[in-house]
């Protein structure tokens, strides 16, 4: 939450541009009960003078400023020799435009009151000349405009200090005559008696939540419905409660990296056609004047349908604009996340119809056997490897999950040298035999008659078609009198094996 300050403030000028004026008047409180102590207000012996707390208009300069029984006396210098903006403000002073003054300073320290709050301690800016002054009222450090309302903006740095800069507000007769109705109707509530104010007096039970949210209306000209309303839903509760930290906890959602090593490709359609080879020609060695024979190579072609995979979410509107994280962004992590796992299992596993066909459910690769049921062979992987032709084989990666990998780890070839072998540098792969290893969530266990491992040159193998990229788009109109918006996800790949004899599976035996 942000609060505004106001100033009241007395605003004198002469034809030198000598300025001088109250900036913050002791001894009452503002129209939000905030009251400053005197001796609270810690400032150093010069302060920048600005206009309407515009970090870029930089006016004067406060080079005196004293605490007297009146409040904060300032007296400063409009730099009217050397800065057009300052000679425009001192014509302004003089013809009564601007006729107040405005702070901008840090809250160090404060105890809370029946209503509002008594600042003791605060470390004092910047000091601006505004149009329409207003009395002080702040938490940490604000500007606050005449009415203490103001649009929200983020903080900016200066001088280690996070300034927030107010604009004076504009708003209509039918805006303010729905304010003093809300205004109406949580002032009936606060009156209304309860076993907590029965019981307590009124200045020890200025904590509760309706006392907040009035006193948060009064400071920022908007009701709290997070602590009215959303906190008694289920769902929303968890990101509007009265009070929530800044961290968002959220679940681990693990899914294999296949991208990262199979061809990966745009298409602009539903289908992809691929020509095949099956055959080469079949050239023969002959004698002198001897009719060579024709060959006649055959060929085919594959076709690769894009899937489509959809949800949506619907989520109510007053949890979207009043919970204490971006709800949308959440909802569109979520999204990516359960894509990125649905697809990649696809990828590896995909059996159905409807989805992707996954490398370990292509039939036509070649399997080699393990000898074992359950125990792994460090023999049968050297075997598996060296079945492949070189020209794939030194382009091979392997494949397993990360029980599998484990077990590999252990294994040792005749000479006792192990199988696996760790990255040396940064960047670079895990090895197994010397060729890399890449840990796929999706891939079965071992196992018997399972197959737990498979390798070869995924890039030749293995192809992806992005037609659509994950969207996400918002409804409002579809469910807009129930007060939800539906987000509508959708993703268009597809995907297959393209050459099934760069691969190699590893095949358990049966038990």
Known sequence: MT?????????????AGTITGIAWPFGSPDRVGDVIEKGAIASPEVLPMLFAHDQAQVIGVWDEISETPDGLTVKGRLLVDDVERAREVRAMIRTKAVSGLSIGFRTKASKPRQRGRTITALDLHEISVVAVPSHPGAQITSIKAADGTADHKEPILENEAEIEVKNDPVISPED?????????????????????????????NDNGVEQKAFADYLRSGEVDRKALTIANDAPGYVLAPEET??????NLVEFSPVRGIVDVRSTGSHTIILPKRLTVTNAKWKGEAVASEASEPTFDQMEFSVKEMTTHVDVG????EDASHDVEAEIRLALAEDFGAKEGFAFVNGSAAVEPKGFMQEAAITNSLNGHATNLSADALIKLMYSLPGVY??????????????????????????????????????????????????????????????FGDFKAGYRIYDRIELQVRPNPYLLATEGVIRFHARRRVGAGVVRTDVFRKLKMATA
């Open 3 to 15: 609060d505004r300050l106001e100033i009241k403030a007395a605003l004198t000028v002469d034809d």
């Open 176 to 204: 303010l005559k729905a304010l003093k109705a809300d205004v109406a109707t949580i002032k009936a509530k606060l009156n209304r008696p309860t076993a907590a104010n029965t019981n307590n007096p009124a200045a020890a």
């Open 245 to 250: 930290s800044g961290e968002f906890i959220r």
């Open 317 to 320: 509107n007053w949890l979207i």
């Open 393 to 454: 084989r030194n382009r091979g990666t392997w494949a397993m999950n990360g029980t599998t990998l484990a077990v590999i780890r252990t294994l040792k070839d005749g000479n006792g040298n192990y199988l696996w072998q760790p990255s040396y540098q940064a960047g670079q792969p895990e090895t197994i035999l010397g060729r890399p290893v890449v840990e796929l969530i999706d891939m079965p266990d071992v196992a018997a008659n399972a197959f737990p491992i498979i």
